[in-house]
C-alpha cells in the first residue's frame, strides 16, 4: 500500500518548477511525457513564457533575428500553471512551500529548481546607472543594446572577453562600428580555453579592427554632466573615449533566495547528486528537490567525480530531462545525468566547438590543422587521459573525440589521424590562468571540494 501510495504521488502529486526558461520548459515537457498527470506550476521572473537566449548575442545584434521573438519551440503541451513576472523569494522545505515576491506561497510535492544565473554587473552602482552602460542577458537587455547599436554610436567599450564579450565584438564589427575590448587575462577565452588557443583568438580579434586590450582592468568609467557614459579608465592609466559600454564579466548563479533555506546553495551554484537530487546544507540528500541547468553544481563520473556547474545550452536540456524523469521514478528506475559537456560560438566568421572540460587540461596538443590557418583541432590532457578538444572550423572531428573522453583514451594522443606538421609533435602547456584569480566568461566552473574552502559555518541553535 505505502509503494503504491508513494507511486501515486510521484505521477499525481503537485510539482513546482522554479525558473521559466529552458531548463524548466524541457523539464515540464519531459514530466508530461513520461505520465505526470498532476497539478504542475512554473515560476519565472521575466514576464515572458521561455525563450532562447544564445541568439541574444548573435543574431539579435546583428539584426537577423528580433529579441522579442527567440522564443523555445514546444515539443508538447504541458497543462501548467505560469506564475510570470513574480521571482521565488524564499523556501521553506519543512511545509513545502515556496515563497514568491507579491506575498504569495505554493506548495509542492515535488520541487526542481532551475533558476539559472543573471550577468555580473558593474560593482559601481553610480557608474552602472550611467547612460549607455548595458549588460546582455535576457531579452529586453538585448532589445536595448540593439537600439544602440542601430543608433550608430561612435565606439563601442566592451569589458571583458569571455564567450559573449568576444560575440559582441564581431558583431560590432560586422557592423561597421569601432570597438574596444579590455581584458584582465593575457587573451580572449582564456579561462574557457587556455592561452595556447586564447592567442589565436587574439590574432582574430586584431586582424578584425577591434582594438584590443589585455591584462588591464577597467578602474572607472566615467559620465558627462547629464549622466551620459563618455570615457573608461583602465589600470594602465589609458582612457578610452565611449558613448556605449557592455560590461560583459561573467554570470552569477541566481541563488540568493535560497539563503537561510537549509539547501546546499551558495555562489557556486545548488550541490546536487549525480541524479540531480539537491543536497542540503549538511551534505545530506534531499528526495524532493531537485536541480537543473546552470544553477546546478553535480559530480560527473567522467571527470573524477568533479563537481562540475555547467553554463551549457545542451547540458541545462540533458539534465533537465534527467531531473524529470528522476522526480517522478521509483529509486530503481533513475539514471544519473552523464551528459558530456559541450559548447559552440561563433566570431569573426570562425565556429569553434568545443567537447569536454577544457579548463581541466593541463596541456594541449595540436592534432589536426594548423594555428596559424586558425583551422585546427586542440586536444586537452589531464593526469595523463583526454579530457577536452575543442576545433576551429574542423567540427568533424569532434565526436571522434568525444568517444575518446568517454572511455578515457591516453594522453598525449597518438592516432595515426593525427598531422604530423612541425607545431603538432609535443603538447604544449595549456596555460590555464592560476583558478584562484577571476576570469571573464569560463562556460565551466570547476566546484569540488578544495580543503582550502572554509565558506560552511554552523551556527548551534539555527537551522
Known amino acids: 500500500m505505502a509503494a503504491d501510495y508513494l507511486d501515486r504521488l510521484r505521477r499525481e502529486g503537485r510539482i513546482v518548477i522554479v525558473g521559466a526558461s529552458l531548463a524548466g520548459l524541457r523539464a515540464a515537457e519531459t514530466l508530461r511525457a513520461e ?104 531579452r529586453d537587455d538585448a532589445a536595448a543594446l540593439y537600439r544602440r547599436l542601430k543608433a550608430g554610436p561612435r565606439r563601442v567599450f566592451i569589458i571583458g572577453a569571455g564567450f559573449s564579450g568576444c560575440e559582441l565584438a564581431s558583431a560590432c564589427r560586422e557592423m561597421g562600428i569601432a570597438v574596444t575590448v579590455a581584458e584582465r587575462a593575457g587573451a580572449p577565452l582564456v579561462g574557457a580555453l587556455g592561452g595556447v588557443v586564447g592567442a589565436v583568438s587574439a590574432d582574430m580579434h586584431t586582424e578584425n579592427g577591434v582594438d584590443l586590450r589585455t591584462g588591464v582592468m577597467v578602474t572607472a568609467l566615467e559620465g558627462d554632466s547629464v549622466g551620459r557614459v563618455r570615457a573608461a579608465h583602465l589600470s594602465d592609466e589609458s582612457v578610452v573615449e565611449t558613448d556605449l559600454v557592455v560590461v560583459s564579466l561573467g554570470s552569477m548563479r541566481n541563488t540568493e533566495w535560497l539563503n537561510g533555506s537549509g539547501l546546499g546553495a551558495g555562489p557556486r551554484g545548488i550541490a546536487c547528486d549525480a541524479g540531480c537530487r539537491a543536497f542540503d546544507f549538511r551534505g545530506i540528500v534531499t528526495d524532493d528537490i531537485f536541480v537543473a541547468g546552470d544553477v546546478a553544481r553535480s559530480p560527473h563520473a567522467l571527470f573524477g567525480y568533479q563537481f562540475l556547474s555547467l553554463e551549457h545550452w545542451g547540458n541545462a536540456v540533458a539534465q533537465a530531462e534527467t531531473a524529470a524523469h528522476n522526480m517522478i521514478s521509483p529509486s530503481s528506475e533513475r539514471r544519473p545525468h552523464l551528459w558530456v559537456p559541450a559548447f559552440w560560438s561563433s566570431q569573426f566568421g570562425v565556429n569553434i566547438k568545443s567537447v569536454g572540460v577544457p579548463p581541466m587540461g593541463e596541456q594541449i596538443m595540436i592534432t589536426q590543422g594548423s594555428l596559424a590557418e586558425r583551422r585546427f583541432v586542440g586536444v586537452y590532457g589531464f593526469q595523463g587521459r583526454i579530457i577536452a578538444a575543442v576545433s576551429f572550423d574542423n567540427t568533424r572531428w569532434l565526436e571522434f573525440y568525444q568517444r575518446q573522453i568517454e572511455r578515457g583514451a591516453p594522453f598525449p594522443v597518438e592516432f595515426p589521424t593525427v598531422d604530423r606538421r612541425p607545431e603538432n609533435r609535443q603538447p604544449l602547456p595549456a596555460d590555464f590562468p592560476d583558478p584562484s584569480l577571476p576570469t571573464h566568461g569560463p562556460t565551466v566552473t570547476l566546484s569540488g571540494y578544495s580543503p582550502a574552502d572554509r565558506q560552511l559555518v554552523f551556527t548551534p541553535g539555527r537551522h
Open 35 to 138: 505520465g505526470f498527470t498532476g497539478s504542475l506550476t512554473m515560476v519565472g521572473d521575466e514576464p515572458y513564457e521561455p525563450y532562447d537566449r544564445p541568439p541574444l548575442s548573435k543574431a539579435v545584434m546583428l539584426g537577423k533575428a528580433s529579441a522579442l521573438h527567440t522564443e523555445l519551440p514546444r515539443r508538447r503541451e504541458i497543462d501548467a500553471k505560469w506564475r510570470l513576472g513574480v521571482a521565488a523569494t524564499g523556501l521553506d522545505m519543512a511545509a513545502r512551500r515556496v515563497r514568491l515576491a507579491d506575498g504569495d506561497e505554493v506548495e509542492y510535492d515535488r520541487l526542481l529548481i532551475a533558476t539559472g544565473t543573471r550577468a555580473r554587473p558593474w560593482p559601481r552602482e553610480a557608474e552602472a546607472r550611467l547612460d549607455g552602460v548595458h549588460l546582455l542577458r535576457t
